[in-house]
């Protein structure tokens, strides 16, 4: 029996606001998309944000972007203060320059114009000597006011850079509203802080408890370079990072935007100093595509997984692939899918639609859309999984492919699916597995080039006997 979560199409026909004969599959597949806010710590000494930057507006139509804020350089890297928005406003013109063509690929690329609108400065300095009164910026303020707008969905900030504008942001509300304030904040917000930049995660999250909060770093003592971001460019297969990849599918022949991809970064021990995008992860994390739930950092995605340390404060997980096991392995296991969509929207910049590959949409047991499946099961059975019904918007050939998620799942025995390789897949529940959850993945790839691959997930709730 399936325990669906409620969509859209749901709501609306309990509401009596929308006719029955009208299907889910209908709805546009942007009336769900994640308010991002970015703090970038843009022109610093590695070039990275740049790259993470210009991979993300070629994914914008994803989301809603809020907020992008140029926040100080990280001292480490550069020993100097002061913010450079005029790099956000760089790349946001050469967008502009491709966006018309974007558009021709899949709705919802916003508008140059307002991309800009949403651009501010923060502090210029950094740290906790710098959050109080007095110290509120342009980026801090916007903070607020997006936090203060008429939306039921979450505000999602993520830190590429250091925590100070967040921090102020926190600060002044708490001042204006009090602890009540301060609390409405932190349920309608989810972190994810890439690297304790500014060294101040412990003190905001005792200064302004309640956060959802991922602190993807890895435990103080430890190579700093094990961290679980790092698995954008380290581990697996790294040629999909080299020299060769980048020119070869972003800065020859893209587009102006592509050719603004900085080439050259510090990637050691990676030897190809090419792309190294360790922010990205962090707004991977939200990245609507049917795999991850920014509510479940536990769940695993192309953002990485992280496991709770306390309530609402979350930290790198391990995956194994192979005979690897480590933090890096819960990004770097997706990187064939994630490098291959990167290429393909950069196609978009420059080709028209029938010379270009598209994602394909998979049905899950003849539910369409993004949403996790969730189904009861009791030990000792079979539950029957489908794609039938899914499409591909240029007609290319569809494979899928499921397999069990053990790091996700709460039973962490092997679990046998028969024809995984095919439509139907048959899952058979473990006899030992009364009230455990068994994740089941549908990755669903098209032959197009490069071929694109989406998700579905089914949880299975198993019970007694």
Known sequence: MADKRITTATLLVIAGLWSLTVHAADLPITSSRPRLIVLTDIGGGDPDDQQSLIRLLVHCNEFDIEGLIASAPTLDELKTT???????????DAYGQVRENLARHAEAFPETARLREVIKSG??????????????????????????????????????GGQTDLAQALWRVRHNRG?????????????????????IADWMLSEFPGLFYILARVP?????????????????????????????????HHGPLGAMYPPRTWTAPNPHSAIKEGDTPSWFFFLPFGLSDPDHPEWGGWGGRFEPERDRLFRDATDKVGNVKDNRTTVWRWRPAFQNEFAARLDWCVKPPTAANHPPRPMLNGQPGRDTLVLSAKPGSVVELSSTGSTDPDGDSLQPRWWFYPEASS?????????????????TIPADAANQTLHIILELQDTGTPSLTRYRRAVIRVGQR
């Open 82 to 92: 002061g913010t450079k928005p005029q790099l956000i406003h760089e790349i946001v």
């Open 123 to 160: 502090n210029p300095k950094r740290g906790r000597d710098v959050i109080g009164e007095g110290h509120d910026t342009e980026g801090s303020r916007w903070i607020v006011s997006c936090f203060e707008r008429a939306d039921s969905r979450r505000l999602n900030i993520v830190m590429w």
């Open 179 to 199: 602890a009540d304030g301060l609390k409405a904040f932190a349920v309608r917000v989810r972190v994810y802080d890439t690297g304790d930049q500014d060294r």
């Open 220 to 252: 103080i003592g430890r190579d700093r370079r094990e961290a679980a971001y790092r698995g954008l460019y380290l581990g697996g297969d790294e040629s999909l990072v080299s020299r060769d990849w980048m020119e070869s599918n972003v800065r020859q």
């Open 411 to 427: 039973y962490r025995s092997p679990v046998e699916i028969a024809g995984a390789d095919t439509q139907q897949a048959r899952v």
